[in-house]
């Protein structure tokens, strides 16, 4: 039954994650200060999904990526592209239009 | 080497090769970045355990389809492995049996029959892992370039309702039933086989004493036959195409019974070249009939080989005709 519902809960988070990193990426973050911002909303993601994830959205050019080696230690920098900026303002339109309609429909079933 | 060294090394060995530096330099300033200065072995661990397994890791880098044979291809793969599997294992089998039989000299039936047996199990098993591989293989390789399954439909376009209104049910005198696709294609690979490898077994047989036959001469050249490869590997794949063509249609249509003329023309073309060698009948055969025919009077062996060439050529014209004729019916009604 927990197997279950822990299966079920990723599945249902999986979809989200690619908006609550997006969403964190209008100003260049690297790695590790991406799951810190992330974590200080409550949203706790694996790190080895995260660092995956990015290199996805880099493929898909939602993001861009430099390495920044002034610093002693290089850290990669991923931040929103043009077409990042587009795609995350049309998936929060959806997010909240999905939100809105699954709310009326728990208070809904709850009646 | 540190344990953080391995830790990454075990992730990256796991990738392709181009990617391999720039993920480890990102893995190790992210490690570190989330390491105290002068971190101990513990807070290493810590953080360390945090990602996790490093093959889990790996995996998650991988781009790709991460299944041999995805779902789009899942049902078509299980069905091309039901239809493959029983034809080549008849045929393998059925060619086994008979040619051993032929080659059968009259010793101990009891541990021939065991000899076979253990032979064809044997056989059966090696056939079924061929068919397994290659099956396999052309599903991997098609999954992995990326051919929509809708190239495999016969429009190449999305599904829309409106084709629902072009399937018509397929009238019973025009259908074609699998099994007589099934038995063409059995049929299409025992003769390929004797025809390759076992026509020298097709002859003239005495008893022997102590039971068994022996051959007295073959009545095809095996030489003069296998000059024609070429043209034999022709006819099959001609017939083999035709039977896919015929299961995917599952009925009679004009074009199928255009390429069903194309494909009897074809063959009774280069049969009949085939049967006008001059030398296509063996040595021996031919002075085996000389003989035979040494005490009559009104045919001579010229004639006779003249009478089998011309009946065997009608009989190729004859059922080309019929079976063209028929095909254009079907396709008419």
Sequence with gaps: MSNLLQSLTTELRRGTLTLAVLSQLRTPQYGYSLVQRLETSGITI?????????????????????????????????????FGIEILSELKREWEKTTHELDKLMKGSEE | MTLLDVY??????????????????????????????????EELLAVLAKLGDPMKLANEYHEGPSSLIGPIYYELYLSTIRMIMPIVLAVILLTFVATSFLRYNGTDLFSFMVGLLGEGIWMALGTGIHVLFWV????????????????????????????L????PIPKKKAI??????????????????????IDLIGIYTPREGGGLELVTSIFSKEVLLTFWPVIML??????????????????????????????????VLFIIILTTPTLFEP???????????DSTSTTVDQFFTWILASAIITLLVVAIISTLDGFRKARL
């Design chain 2, 177 to 198: 039933s699998k099994a007589e696709v099934f038995a063409t294609l059995v049929w299409t690979a025992i003769w390929g086989a004797l025809y390759f490898s076992a």
């Design chain 2, 8 to 41: 990454i090394q075990e992730v990256t060995k796991r990738l392709p090769a181009k990617m391999r530096a720039d993920i480890g330099l990102e893995l190790r300033s992210t490690i570190e970045d989330m390491l105290p200065e002068d971190y101990t072995e």
């Design chain 1, 46 to 82: 694996e790190q080895s999904t995260l660092y995956p994830l990015l290199r996805r959205l880099e493929k898909q050019e939602l993001v861009t990526s430099s390495w920044d080696t002034s610093d002693t230690r290089p850290r990669k920098y991923y931040v929103l592209s043009e």
């Design chain 2, 165 to 168: 209104k072009e399937i018509e």
């Design chain 2, 284 to 294: 021996t055969f031919v002075s085996y009939m000389t003989n035979v025919f040494a």
């Design chain 2, 235 to 268: 006819i099959i794949a001609a017939e083999i195409a035709l039977s896919i063509i015929k299961w995917v249609s599952g009925q009679w249509t004009m074009q199928l019974a255009l390429f069903n003329s194309f494909y009897n023309v074809l063959y009774t």
């Design chain 2, 136 to 163: 396999t293989l052309v599903f991997v390789i098609v999954e992995r370039a990326g051919v929509s399954p809708h190239l495999m439909r016969s429009n190449a376009k999305e599904w829309s309702p409106e084709e």
